[in-house]
């Protein structure tokens, strides 16, 4: 079966300090991959997707940039970090190719940027 | 993607119905509805789709009005474990899964 592994689940980082959200997926190959940010009480802003290795589709301007280095590997980053980048960060992925794709989640990881 | 609009909350009682109701009154003809659901601190878990018939699954019915400028999410028995935000969103079959997430409805279920 398919899993999704997103860490850490919680983070606390100074203003200016840098970021590496890692996700993997497992039991699947060649997914769709994506990064969403969700403010508290609040939907969820795509960040970014993926449909392959090495490349990376940006929904919002913004402090952030992802990578995926491998078919099953995402990773959001930052260089220097901003108060308004706190936040509950999603990984999801889906299966390429469906005429109707279902998201799946990770588990979150709450980054709060002191 | 369309929007769509849904009640910030609703309170269900412990083994009552529920119907959470979503408008997308802007939908076109290619576009899924999808309902995802999310616990507190967890990342959203998908629930139920449709196109335009009726739909059942272990979690939920999906019941789609005539014209698909609305659904709603049945929940023929709430639980504990129901209380959760619920969002329903439309996909477009030729989008790579881009859908808009709004802030759902927060749904409470009281003992």
């Known amino acids: 079966s398919q899993t999704i592994h997103q860490w850490p689940a919680t983070l606390v980082q100074p203003v200016g300090s840098p970021l590496s959200l890692e996700c993997t997926v497992e039991?699947?190959?060649?997914?769709?991959l994506y990064w969403y940010r969700q403010a508290a009480g609040r939907g969820l802003q795509l960040l970014f997707y993926?449909?392959?290795?090495?490349?990376i589709s940006s929904e919002v301007p913004q402090n952030l940039s992802a990578s995926r280095p491998q078919d099953r590997q995402f990773i959001l980053s930052s260089k220097k970090l901003l108060l308004s980048d706190s936040g509950f960060y999603l990984c999801?992925?889906?299966?390429?190719?469906?005429?109707?794709?279902?998201?799946?989640f990770g588990s979150g990881t709450q980054l709060s940027v002191l | 993607d369309a929007k769509t609009t849904q009640p910030n909350s609703m309170e269900s009682n412990e083994e009552e119905p529920v119907h959470l109701p979503c408008n997308h009154s802007?939908?076109?003809?290619?576009?899924?509805i999808h309902w995802y659901r999310q616990l507190p601190s967890q990342g959203p878990e998908y629930v139920i789709h449709?196109?335009?018939s009726n739909v059942n699954n272990r979690m939920a019915s999906l019941a789609i009005a005539e014209d698909r400028k609305s659904s709603t999410l049945i929940l023929h028995r709430a639980t504990l474990r129901d209380a959760a935000v619920y969002y329903c969103?439309?996909?477009?079959?030729?989008?790579?899964?881009?859908?808009?997430f709004g802030d759902g409805t927060t749904l409470t279920v009281k003992p």
């Open positions: 999801a992925w889906s299966v390429k190719g469906q005429s109707n794709e279902k998201l799946f």
């Open positions: 039991g699947t190959s060649n997914p769709n």
């Open positions: 993926s449909v392959g290795i090495g490349q």
């Open positions: 802007t939908i076109s003809g290619t576009d899924y």
């Open positions: 449709g196109l335009t």
């Open positions: 969103i439309l996909k477009r079959d030729t989008n790579a899964g881009k859908s808009t």
